[in-house]
């Protein structure tokens, strides 16, 4: 029965690597090389395809394995549970192939409130620190839709998206920081952080300079509660697969230390080259970092097969960065070559990842079968 529905949950995923392959080559054209684009929209699609077509879709399966874990449910209901992702997915490949924009539009904000619903049980259930952030994660994904589905302009749109993801993640490592006994004081400076991030993400919304620069403030903030609370500093020492997660995810809050600073200092860019170093320090250096760490994790529990870990799994952790430090000094420096190159090697970086893991998956399945 656990089988069948990890059968279903493959096509899903793959609808989402789908989208995640269009947004890399949509986000190369926007950063300036002129390759060809099969619909005139694609490029425009960069933001809600990696956002909501990629990581709706992988984040709403990892959402459907723990309410499965959590609930318990029949196979009609978790059958249910997969609309979610689907409603993503779909999206996703409507924006691809540039069909049905509206009906993108929808199934994508449906992938967000069915999302934003999981949590509802969640919080019944378990109502703590960790799952309220996560839940006002998915709500700030749902608002960041409809805010986009209604024609807000994406300056405006990708901070809630931002807040998306940022919530969502914070809520995960906050929730494994209880192996470390934080403190209610600690616990106090992470929900403050939290707060101020929501406070300015609201008031991008009447005064764009002020609200930037305070959820800046907050993701600075974050980015240090984060390096000095999370069990990453001490997991960097051990070995194996356990050291790689710690250099991923310090990494990551690096990047997010960087993106809050520059955010504070810049305030209200819409567009050009610290828009574009604030924005791919956040979902680049943060957020795909944190994916980078977490793959060995996420895939086995939402397809059932061993991911095993293997030192070259170094070599597109170290190209990510390596080209966004490329990316973002260029970026600083207005020089355009070299934000167009940090660009191709993230790009390079993030097809690595994908094949490595393909591959990894592969070895897997093989080891399993063996035992």
């Known amino acids: ?3 069948a529905l990890q059968k279903h949950r493959l096509p899903l995923l793959l609808l989402g690597i789908i989208a995640l392959l269009a947004g890399v080559w949509a986000g190369l054209v926007r950063a300036g090389w002129h390759w060809s684009m099969w619909q005139p929209q694609l490029a425009a699609a960069h933001g809600p395809l990696m956002v909501s077509g990629f990581l709706g879709s992988v984040i709403g399966l990892e959402r459907t394995v723990a309410l499965n874990l959590l609930l318990k449910p029949t196979v009609w209901q978790r059958r249910l549970l997969l609309l979610g992702p689907l409603s993503a997915g779909a999206g996703g490949l409507l924006l691809v192939g540039g069909w049905g924009g509206e009906t993108a539009v929808w199934l994508l904000w449906s992938s967000s409130a069915a999302m934003t619903a999981m949590f509802w049980p969640m919080l019944r259930r378990h109502a703590a620190l960790h799952t309220t952030v996560m839940a006002t994660g998915a709500g700030c994904w749902l608002v960041g839709n409809t805010l986009w589905g209604l024609g807000q302009p994406l300056h405006l749109v990708v901070w809630w998206w931002a807040a998306f993801l940022l919530l969502t993640i914070a809520g995960e490592r906050l929730e494994l920081s209880r192996l470390l006994r ?3 004081w600690q616990r106090w400076l992470f929900g403050t952080a939290i707060l101020l991030l929501l406070t300015g993400l ?7 300079s002020a609200g930037v620069r305070l959820f800046g403030a907050a993701l600075a903030g974050l980015a240090l509660w984060l390096w ?11 070995t194996g697969l356990t050291r790689y997660i710690a250099f991923c995810l310090l990494a990551g809050y690096g990047w997010l230390l960087f993106s809050g600073v520059a ?11 610290l828009y574009d170093a604030i924005l791919h320090g956040i979902f680049l250096g943060f957020v795909f970092s ?7 994790i996420i895939f086995p529990a939402v397809l059932g097969i061993p991911l095993p870990y293997h030192p070259r799994f170094y070599i597109h952790f170290l190209l990510l960065h390596a080209a966004l430090l490329l990316r973002a000094a260029a970026d600083l420096a ?10 191709l090697f993230n790009g390079v970086a993030l097809l690595l990842f994908l094949v490595m893991t393909i591959d990894g998956l592969r070895r897997g399945r093989s080891l399993k079968s063996v035992s």
């Open 1 to 3: 029965m656990g089988s």
């Open 182 to 184: 934080i403190k209610p």
């Open 202 to 208: 609201l008031l991008t919304q009447w005064h764009f």
């Open 228 to 238: 000095r609370y999370d069990i990453a500093r001490r997991n960097r020492r051990r």
């Open 263 to 273: 955010a504070v200092a810049a305030g209200a860019v819409a567009a050009g080259f």
């Open 290 to 296: 944190m994916i980078f760490g977490h793959a060995p």
């Open 334 to 343: 207005g020089w355009a070559p070299g934000r167009l190159w940090g660009s």
